[in-house]
């Protein structure tokens, strides 16, 4: 079924769009944490993504995936927002890994180096996949 969009209808998701509003779901899978982000990381939102990276972190999860999917637009200071998440997570061990896949997310990331600091994956099965195998041996080893 199609849905008809209006002007009307326009105007109403751009007035919300401006209010610098990000829908940010949390999803535990184990000891890892998936942050699944819809909307625009811009310096209206950044805020609310930082602030979500913050709880995430404070439960001290073996793994945080910032999962981009949904995400239609990531700004400079969005991308400073991954970076401080990555360099939350790791003095604790902890493993870290972004989905982005597309001119919205993926591109931006790569035209500036991050993915040379920052794993990016497709999908969030691939960063659930790559940061278990990662934390496998380090549990093995403190279990031995």
Same mark, same amino acid.
């Given at each position: $079924?199609?849905?008809?969009?209006?002007? /009307?209808? &326009?105007?109403?998701?751009?007035?919300?769009?401006?209010?610098?509003?990000?829908?940010?779901?949390?999803?535990?899978?184990?000891?890892?944490? *998936?942050?699944?982000?819809?909307? @625009?990381?811009?310096?209206?939102?950044?805020?609310?993504?930082?602030?979500?990276?913050?709880?995430?972190?404070?439960? %001290?999860?073996?793994?945080?995936?910032?999962?981009?999917?949904?995400?239609? &637009?990531?700004? @400079?200071?969005? $991308?400073? *927002?991954?970076?401080?998440?990555?360099?939350?997570?790791?003095?604790?061990?902890? %493993? &870290?890994?972004?989905?982005?896949?597309?001119?919205?997310?993926? %591109?931006?990331?790569?035209?500036?180096?991050?993915?040379?600091?920052? /794993?990016?994956?497709?999908?969030?099965?691939?960063?659930?996949?790559?940061?278990?195998?990662?934390?496998?041996?380090?549990?093995? %080893?403190? /279990?031995?």
């Amino acid at each position: $079924m199609a849905h008809k969009i209006s002007n /009307s209808d &326009f105007v109403s998701d751009s007035a919300e769009l401006a209010g610098g509003t990000l829908t940010i779901a949390t999803v535990s899978h184990g000891s890892i944490v *998936a942050l699944t982000v819809w909307g @625009s990381i811009d310096l209206l939102t950044v805020p609310q993504l930082t602030e979500a990276v913050d709880e995430a972190v404070a439960g %001290r999860p073996e793994g945080l995936i910032i999962d981009l999917t949904y995400t239609d &637009f990531l700004s @400079s200071v969005g $991308m400073a *927002a991954l970076v401080n998440a990555h360099d939350a997570v790791l003095p604790s061990g902890g %493993r &870290f890994g972004v989905v982005a896949e597309g001119s919205s997310t993926a %591109r931006p990331i790569k035209l500036v180096g991050l993915d040379q600091t920052i /794993s990016l994956y497709a999908t969030i099965e691939d960063a659930l996949q790559a940061l278990t195998e990662e934390l496998a041996p380090a549990t093995r %080893r403190a /279990s031995a």
